[in-house]
Structures are given as C-alpha cells and as structure tokens.
C-alpha cells in the first residue's frame, strides 16, 4: 500500500514508530528488549511517551547517580537504583534541564514518569534481569483534582451561534469565517453533540460516515474502531458542511479527510484547538475552553439525561467507569443527591 492510500492514523502511527527509534538510538542498549516486549500490548504513541520519559530518568542517572554516558547504562547498573534513587528524580523533575532546554512537572508529570519508569522497571523484573522492583515501592504523587470546567446550556448555544454568525470576534476574524463558517459549525457540533476525542475528529474521513443510520466509524485511542451515533441536529451541520465542501473547485477529488484546511489538507489537531480558543474567548472569556472541555460538556449533558454513568462511558470510550467518574465528579454529586429520596423506610400515611 503507498503512502497516499495510508489512513490519517496510519501515517500518526508510522512517525510515532520513527519518533520512537530516534530516542532508542539514544538510549542503553537494554531498552530496544523493552519496547519490543512491550510492543503488543501499547500503542506507537505509548510507547514514544514513555521513551520520552525514561531518557529523562536515565539522564538523571547518569548525571547524579553513575557519571557515565546514558548510552553506557546496563541492567547492571538498574539494579543498583534504589527507591531513594527514584524518588529523588521525582523532586527533580520540579525543575530541571533536558537537553539544553528548562522544564517544569507538576503532579500529573511526575505521575506519568513514575509509571514509564514502574513499566520499564516490572518488565526487566519479571524476566529476571533485576533483583528487585524498587519502582513499585515508590508512592504515585497525589493529584489534586482541579475545578472540572465545562460550557452551561446557553454557552453551548452562544458558542455555536458564534461560529455561524461571529459578531463577537474582530473584523478581520469576521472576515475569515466567511470562508469557514459553515465547517467550523460542523466541528463544534460534532465535538458536542458526540463528545469524540479532537484526535478522532481530526482522523475522521468522508466515508465514515452513514446518514441511514446517523452513524460514523471513529478510530479510538489505542486503535479500536467504534460506531458511534449521532443526532439529526448534528446530522444537519455535516451534511450542510459536505455539500459546501463538494463544492470546493481546489479540493483534491482523492481527498478522503472530512474536515479540511484552508490549504485544502486534512486539519491539524492544533487548527482545531485555535478555532475552539477562538470562538469560546468571545462568548466565555473567563473559562479557558478546549476540545477537551467540549468532551466533558458533552459527558455532562449525558448524564444529566440518561441519569446512566455506565452509558456515558460507553460512548465516550472510556475503559473504566472509574476513569468517567474521576473526569466527571459533579456526576457522583448528583447520583448521591438523587439517591437520596430512592429508598422508603415507612410508607406513608393515606388518611
């Protein structure tokens, strides 16, 4: 198969892979076993995160703990970290310097280092390469929940109205959704009338979708595909932004992408966060907006709905329920609140 007839997330997958093998390149030669080993169960993406993560921990190591070239770090030297060991990077990462350039972690950083460092650490482990797992004693950081924000009723409402009539933006904003404002309507509505990832929306093709039915195929993180439906409402808004787009005398008849650029290529997951940023500032200043927020404003809506968390994770894609309650608490808020009166001790009485 050329690379022309490759799928958006087939092209994503192949640079991720080519990402991943220039970090390999860099590291201990005992972390190309790893990623092979690991390789049937995590996606390309996965595995360059936490190639990213164990060169930082390894160029800690070689710094304050061996005085070696990281590329001269064995399996021999692993087993003599210690817990001590890794929880002094952790409080390094508060600040450090990687590779000429400053960074900073917080709670969420320092977590997804420990457990690209818990994977390496378990699999060498397990086939009996290290004497012990020390990165398994080292305690997760605990995360401290921010305020979950997401768009009220009316603001899902003014954000869409923005789109198709932005009276709000400046004039030369105003200028250029002439020419995209009937895509831009599309790709709002989508996002909150789904609540599809940006990356899904952004891998979305023509042909997946299926107006019979209101149905689309999505590729999910991780490479599962789903069906997924949709509302006559967000039905409308694609179907008006196809014909506007079969209409575009420059777009490629080849191209498959649904949502396409002014350059007539396939969207950016970053065009897609500038136009979200753009219309959400002028109807909501004080909330930062992302299409992630559209994700929890549509989970919300959900719930609020169907009453069913269960429900909400399915069409979210969410392997854990757990995971749905942790992004979505004011939704355990309410099923206590509406469990409250559930359950009748004595009845009542009908004198």
């Known amino acids: 198969m050329g690379m022309k007839n490759k799928t958006y997330f087939d092209e994503r997958n192949i640079k991720n892979i080519e990402t991943l093998y220039k970090y390999i390149d860099e590291l201990p030669e005992f972390c190309y076993e790893y990623f092979v080993g690991i390789e049937n169960r995590t996606s390309p993406l996965t595995r360059v995160n936490y190639a990213m993560d164990i060169s ?23 087993n003599k970290v210690s817990a001590l060991d890794v929880e002094s990077f952790l409080s390094y990462l508060s600040y450090y310097r990687y590779q000429g350039k400053e960074y900073k972690n917080g709670e969420k950083g320092k977590s997804r280092k420990l457990a690209a460092i818990r994977s390496l650490f378990k699999y060498f482990f397990n086939r009996d390469k290290l004497v012990c797992n020390v990165a398994s004693k080292v305690e997760t ?13 009316d603001e899902v409402e003014d954000l869409i109205n923005q789109a198709e009539s932005p009276y709000l ?28 990832r940006i990356s899904e ?67 950016s997951v970053r065009a897609i966060e500038k136009l979200v940023k753009k219309y959400s500032t002028a109807i909501t200043p004080l909330k930062k907006i992302t299409p992630h ?38 939704m355990s808020e309410q099923i206590r609140r509406s469990a409250a009166d559930k359950v009748q001790l004595r009845k009542s009485d009908n004198k």
């Open 56 to 78: 930082v921990f390894l160029d800690f190591l070689s710094k304050r703990r061996f005085h070696k070239n990281i590329k001269d770090i064995t399996i021999e030297d692993l």
């Open 293 to 330: 927020k559209l994700r929890s404003t549509y989970g919300t809506n959900l719930y609020r709905k169907t009453q069913d968390i269960y429900v909400v994770a399915e069409v979210l894609g969410h392997k854990d329920v757990n995971t749905t309650k942790k992004h979505y608490a004011a």
């Open 141 to 153: 950081p605990k995360i401290h929940d921010k305020p979950i924000i997401r768009l009220e009723e």
């Open 169 to 196: 933006l400046t004039r030369k904003q105003q200028l250029y959704n002439k020419h995209t404002n009937i895509r831009d309507v599309a790709i709002l509505t989508l996002l909150l009338g789904t609540g599809i």
């Open 201 to 267: 929306c952004v891998g979305l093709n023509v042909d997946d979708f299926d107006f019979k039915n209101n149905s689309f195929k999505v590729t999910r993180k991780g490479g599962n595909q789903s069906i997924l439906y949709f509302s006559d409402e967000v039905a409308t808004a694609i179907n008006d932004y196809m014909e506007y787009r079969d209409c575009n005398p420059n777009l490629d008849p080849n191209e498959k992408a649904l949502f396409i650029s002014m350059q007539n290529k396939r969207m």
